[in-house]
C-alpha cells in the first residue's frame, strides 16, 4: 500500500476541520499527553519537515533526549498564533519528509494524531477503513516509542465495524479506531471498547 496519499488526504482534512476554531478550542487539552490542540498540530508539521539525517542531527543537540527534540518541534512550528500554527501545517500537507522509521509510522501518525485532536474537540471523522487496518496491522507488532505489543500481550482485540482481530486471550472488542487509540495508550478511547480484556488494557495505558 502506498501510505503517501493516504497520509496528504487525512492531513488535508484535518486541516479543514481546524480552520474555524475558537482560541478557546486551540487551547484545549488534546488526547496526547500534556499538549494542547495547536501543540499537536505543530508537531505534525514538525515530523513532516524532518529527515533521518536532521532527526539525527536533532537528537545530537537535545543530548539525544527524545522529549526535547519534540518540544523544541512543537516550539518552532506553533507560530505567534493559531492561525499560524494551521498554516504552518496546511504548508506541509503533501511533505513525504519524515524522521527515521517504517512508512506505516507515518500513517499511524497522522492518523492517531489527527484523532488526539478531533476528540479533544468532539469531531468526528471517517477514516478510510484500509488505512485503519493498515495502522492497526503495524501497531500490533511494534513496541517503537509507544509499546504497543506489549500494552496489547495476552489479550484478543476484535474489530466490531472490520474484518480484523489479533491475539489471545481475554477479549477486547470495538470499533478499529478506537482499537487502535488504545493501542497507543490513549485511555479514553477505552470507553468505546468491552469486553473481559477492558480492564486489563486501561491499566497498561499511560
Not at 488535508?12 to 490542540?37: H, K
Not at 495547536?38 to 536533532?58: E, N, Q, W, Y
Not at 537528537?59 to 494551521?86: C, H, W, Y
Not at 487496518?133 to 513496541?143: C, E, L, R
Amino acid at each position: 500500500m502506498d501510505i503517501w496519499p493516504m497520509v496528504h488526504a487525512e492531513r488535508r482534512a484535518l486541516a479543514a476541520d481546524l480552520r474555524d476554531l475558537s482560541t478557546e478550542d486551540w487551547a484545549r487539552p488534546s488526547l496526547c499527553g500534556n499538549w494542547t490542540v495547536r501543540d499537536v498540530l505543530a508537531h505534525m508539521t514538525s515530523a513532516a519537515k524532518l529527515t533521518p539525517p536532521a532527526f539525527f542531527g536533532r537528537m545530537i543537540g537535545s543530548g539525544f533526549s527524545f522529549d526535547k527534540v519534540q518540544e523544541k518541534g512543537v516550539a518552532a512550528n506553533r507560530g505567534a498564533s493559531p492561525a499560524d500554527t494551521l498554516a504552518n501545517f496546511e504548508s506541509v500537507a503533501t511533505s513525504v519528509k519524515h524522521p527515521p522509521g517504517p512508512t506505516q509510522t507515518w500513517l499511524g501518525e497522522t492518523i492517531v494524531h489527527s484523532e488526539d485532536i478531533r476528540r479533544a474537540l468532539g469531531i468526528q471523522h471517517k477514516y478510510p477503513a484500509d488505512a485503519v487496518v493498515t495502522v492497526a496491522d503495524f501497531y500490533k507488532g511494534s513496541n517503537l516509542l509507544i509499546g504497543s505489543k506489549n500494552r496489547i500481550a495476552g489479550l484478543t482485540l476484535r474489530a466490531t465495524d472490520a474484518n480484523w482481530s489479533h491475539g489471545s486471550g481475554p477479549e477486547v472488542s470495538g470499533p478499529i479506531l478506537s482499537l487502535v487509540m488504545a493501542m497507543t495508550g490513549r485511555k479514553q478511547a477505552d470507553d468505546d471498547l468491552a469486553g473481559d480484556g477492558v480492564a486489563t488494557l486501561r491499566s497498561r495505558s499511560g
